[in-house]
């Protein structure tokens, strides 16, 4: 039984730290695009094209949003929101996993 307790709370710790370096990469386009970062800068590019696949929905930037265009507000807005989406989601789903304590 011990085993099942420390596989749960080891799971629960990788889906949390997962979300969370999802979170700060989605922060970290987010901050890019709200800088005018210059998209033409290869890593530059490889984080906003990155953020560009993970997300999805609403979350997804705007079709031809790249920095200094007029849909940058939207896409600062959504890749925000996703970011504060993947803590949460990253806190329940740790929180549904994490075996009581005791």
Do not use: C, H, N
Request: glycine share 10%; aromatic share 12%; hydrophobic share 55%.
């Amino acid at each position: 039984m011990a085993s099942v307790r420390a596989f749960r709370v080891t799971t629960a710790y990788v889906v949390w730290g997962l979300s969370v370096l999802l979170a700060l990469g989605m922060a970290g386009a987010a901050l890019l695009v709200a800088l005018k970062a210059d998209s033409a800068e290869p890593l530059w590019r490889w984080w906003l094209e990155g953020a560009d696949a993970v997300t999805f929905g609403w979350f997804a930037r705007p079709e031809g949003a790249w920095a200094g265009e007029p849909t940058e507000r939207d896409t600062v807005l959504r890749w925000g929101s996703a970011a504060l989406a993947a803590l949460g989601t990253g806190a329940v789903a740790q929180w549904i996993l994490r075996p009581p304590r005791r």
